[in-house]
T-cell receptor, first 111, second 113 residues
Framework: DAKTTQPNSMESNEEEPVHLPCNHSTISGTDYIHWYRQLPSQGPEYVIHGLTSNVNNRMASLAIAEDRKSSTLILHRATLRDAAVYYCILCRGSTLGRLYFGRGTQLTVWP | DAGITQSPRHKVTETGTPVTLRCHQTENHRYMYWYRQDPGHGLRLIHYSYGVKDTDKGEVSDGYSVSRSKTEDFLLTLESATSSQTSVYFC????????????FGNGTRLTVT
């Protein structure tokens, strides 16, 4: 399965934008890029996903590099509630839920 | 929030006893999954279901069985619990089986002594 590489941890101040990077150099043409986050003592929460074009939703934006070998999750204004582990995952339809979550990035948000 | 309820939320059991964890959804989604989460391993897929009575194995299925007799319920059974099955178990659902987002429950913390 194609893997992703993320920094172990990042920090931000409240109300500042946060850019969470993810490298996926072995991505295939049919792999979607998914982002999930996990707050303490909760299950992972879907954030956003995309294939080639940049995507926006109420939670975040996803910027995908032109060669698709990297992507960036953008939180426009971090809040304390955004402190979580963020997972960047490659999702292929044929793998049906066999998502490789890895270690993710621990985001700390300071007040 | 997706309507997913896992029960029990916490359980302590002894080695060798059978244990059943329940996942109940109110979203009428076709696909349901069981994962376990352990430090250093992330989330790993145990079993999944693509419809009533249709199930298949994930990457860590040994020692586990599942059943899905109704769309809304997906049961995970540990026939004879072992200490290596101490973990946090998450149920997830998705509307379709391709690249649809997964929605997770809040987990069951199982301790096998």
């Amino acid at each position: 399965d194609a893997k992703t590489t993320q920094p172990n941890s990042m920090e931000s101040n409240e109300e500042e934008p946060v850019h969470l990077p993810c490298n996926h150099s072995t991505i295939s043409g049919t792999d979607y890029i998914h982002w999930y986050r996990q707050l303490p003592s909760q299950g992972p929460e879907y954030v956003i996903h995309g294939l080639t074009s940049n995507v926006n939703n109420r939670m975040a934006s996803l910027a995908i590099a032109e060669d698709r070998k990297s992507s960036t999750l953008i939180l426009h204004r971090a809040t304390l509630r955004d402190a979580a582990v963020y997972y960047c995952i490659l999702c292929r339809g044929s793998t049906l839920g066999r998502l490789y979550f890895g270690r993710g990035t621990q985001l700390t948000v300071w007040p | 929030d997706a309507g997913i309820t896992q029960s029990p939320r916490h359980k302590v059991t002894e080695t060798g006893t059978p244990v059943t964890l329940r996942c109940h959804q109110t979203e009428n989604h076709r696909y349901m999954y069981w994962y376990r989460q352990d430090p250093g391993h992330g989330l790993r897929l145990i079993h999944y279901s693509y419809g009533v009575k249709d199930t298949d194995k994930g990457e860590v299925s040994d020692g586990y069985s599942v059943s899905r007799s109704k769309t809304e319920d997906f049961l995970l059974t540990l026939e004879s619990a072992t200490s290596s099955q101490t973990s946090v178990y998450f149920c997830a659902i998705s509307e379709a089986g391709d690249n649809s987002p997964l929605h997770f429950g809040n987990g069951t913390r199982l301790t096998v002594t």
